[in-house]
């Protein structure tokens, strides 16, 4: 069992091991052993022959999570409606060690999204400490993702310690690196190629910095995006040129879907046409930016089987591909190769060193925060009222329609059960904002029709006084608590104008209550996918308090409008 989190504090943040970064096209990376009992057995019958197995093993998204993330990105399904904790730097660490050890020849790779996060461990040391993990973990190369191209500390790439690898990417004159097309690993006297993409908007705005002076937002590195095919197409011959014929691809791409089940193929992966299309010499696909996991088998271009993985978000899983190589041809056998999901539970010893780590970093955010945001006249109660009204989740609701306004919002909602603490009187620094929702949720904008939207209002009232809803100012919502449920709903006003059915609205709503962990709220089964607004919950939190200066309590009671004594 887990020994849970070290209360000594023997390192520093310079206390692990940083390796050399990668200078060359190839890369040799030492074989990790383990006992013989761990390996795969070779069989006559079995069809492996003297075939070699090497495991890839892929992580995604870490964005800053060292410390057990809060909320339901800590968890992940372990059986039907069973959701355990799982993720944490340190748990991370300890899951690839275990994996490491059941293979002879292994190597880590990461689908991008390292960088950024709301977790003041990593904001307020400017993401080194989760670079030392990375680094202490022994990933060998990583894809870009969106959050690695705006993040401040992706000034710094060259010295990230491990190469990135985006084979569709022209950088530009404002990139900090030349990202490697594609790379080759040696693994035990096994080449493996590594190709990668990136994929999605070629103009994110940075989010506005949360550590330093109010300072506008640093320019984003918008590099130019080249077909993907096209692109994997190129790097996969010029590897065959190299006589390298086992290839992993690693793709950056929006595939969001809402399932946690890391044995589970989800329709949105199975569907992506750019899994199946993409050249048919790559052996197998680690997908990045999908968020929850995913374990597939799809088919390339020639109809042969693939694998396509995705591992969960925020160090929650690890997803292994087993590719057995034929070591005189160096071409992976696809059909014999196995595949799966590890959870990164908490039935594990942690990683103590890299426990030591999350604790020194701890420490030196408190000495970092000294930036305020700005000031509480008085404590903001996050206390939810008999109308279902709560003044923070009020102000919280306020704070995503302001930041998403420009974005096309017509309105905001918010959950006031997620709040965990009041917001304090007095300055604001950044981990007090933290503390209040410090789930690093992001802000995405759904289009619904009002006939959607005024079902899930109706769905929302039936927990009013609970867990419920919160709306921004320009919203009001009459309620009659005397009707039947699903249908309590009287009148509903945006702007002062009822809402139509038949009309189309943007609504900004964390990515939780857009989420199936909420249940089956009309807003958790929409038929196309909400944008991200580009920030997460607590960058709305942080401009709000920044742009008014004082905070205080929004009003309650004049949003959540019971006209039972009206009828």
């Known amino acids: 069992m887990g020994t ?27 074989a990790t052993s383990a006992p013989a009992s761990a390996q795969s057995s070779m069989t006559p019958d079995g069809g492996a022959g003297d075939a070699v197995l090497v495991r890839i093993l892929g992580i995604d998204g870490i964005a800053g999570a060292l410390s057990h993330p809060s909320g339901y990105q800590g968890t992940i399904l372990d059986g039907p409606d069973r959701t355990i904790p799982a993720g944490g730097a340190d748990y991370l660490s300890a899951t690839v060690s275990h994996l490491r050890a059941g293979a002879e020849n292994s190597v880590l790779l990461s689908t991008g999204d390292n960088l950024g996060g709301v977790q003041p461990e990593a904001v307020l040391n400017r993401d080194e400490p989760t670079l030392q993990v990375l680094r202490h973990m022994g990933v060998a190369a990583s894809a870009i993702g969106e959050l690695d191209l705006v993040a401040p500390s992706s000034a710094s790439m060259p010295g990230h310690g491990f190469p990135y690898i985006a084979s569709n990417l022209t950088p530009g004159e404002d990139a900090p690196i030349t990202p490697f097309p594609y790379l080759v690993i040696d693994v035990g006297g096994i080449k493996i190629g590594v190709i990668a993409a990136t994929t999605g908007s070629e103009d994110m705005d940075a989010p506005p910095p949360l550590f330093g002076p109010p300072t506008p937002a640093p320019p984003p590195w918008n590099p130019e995006r080249r077909p993907l095919q096209e692109s994997f197409d190129a790097a996969t011959r010029a590897l065959e040129a190299m006589n390298v014929h086992s290839v992993v691809g690693l793709l950056h791409i929006d595939a969001v879907h809402r399932q946690n089940d890391p044995a589970a193929c989800p329709e949105e992966i199975a569907q992506m046409p750019e899994l199946r299309e993409v050249s048919s010499s790559v052996d197998a696909l680690f997908v990045g930016d999908s968020g929850g996991p995913a374990t597939c088998d799809l088919t390339d271009p020639s109809n042969a089987r693939r694998p396509v993985l995705s591992p969960a978000s925020h160090g929650r899983s690890v997803a292994v591909v087993d590719l057995l190589i034929d070591p005189t041809s160096g071409r992976a056998r696809r059909e014999q190769s196995s595949t799966y999901n590890q959870k990164v539970h908490h039935d594990i010893t942690p990683d103590a060193e890299v426990t030591d780590l999350i604790d020194a970093a701890a420490d030196s955010a408190a000495e970092n925060d000294t930036e305020a945001f700005g000031s509480a006249d008085v404590r903001v109660s996050r206390e939810i009222q008999p109308s279902g009204e709560s003044a923070l989740a009020n102000l919280m609701a306020d704070a995503q329609w302001e ?20 917001l304090p009187e007095g300055e604001l620094h950044y981990r007090d904002l933290h503390e209040v929702q410090p789930y690093g949720d992001r802000i995405q904008i759904a289009t619904v029709s009002g006939e959607r939207l005024r079902d899930a209002f109706n769905a929302y009232i039936d927990d009013v006084g609970t867990r419920g809803i919160a709306v921004s100012e320009n919203v009001e919502l009459d309620i009659d608590p005397a009707r039947p449920e699903g249908d309590r709903l009287v009148g509903a006003k945006i702007d002062g104008t009822e809402i139509a059915p038949g009309g189309e609205y943007k609504v900004a709503a964390n990515e939780f209550l857009l989420s199936s962990e909420w249940g ?30 004082t905070v205080r309590p929004p009003a309650v009671n004049q949003r959540l409008l019971d006209v039972s004594a009206r009828n």
Do not use: C
Request: charged share 20%; glycine share 6%.
């Open 4 to 30: 849970g989190r070290r209360s000594t504090r023997t390192s520093t943040l310079t206390g692990l091991a940083v390796p050399a970064a990668a200078t060359a096209l190839v890369a040799t990376l030492a």
């Open 403 to 422: 930041a998403t306004r420009d974005k096309g919002a017509d309105l905001a909602i918010y959950n006031p059960d997620s709040l965990r603490t009041d």
């Open 520 to 549: 089956a709220a009309p807003l958790t089964t929409l038929t196309s996918e909400p944008e991200w607004s580009g920030m997460f919950d607590i960058h709305a939190l942080a401009e709000y308090v920044r742009s008014h200066g």
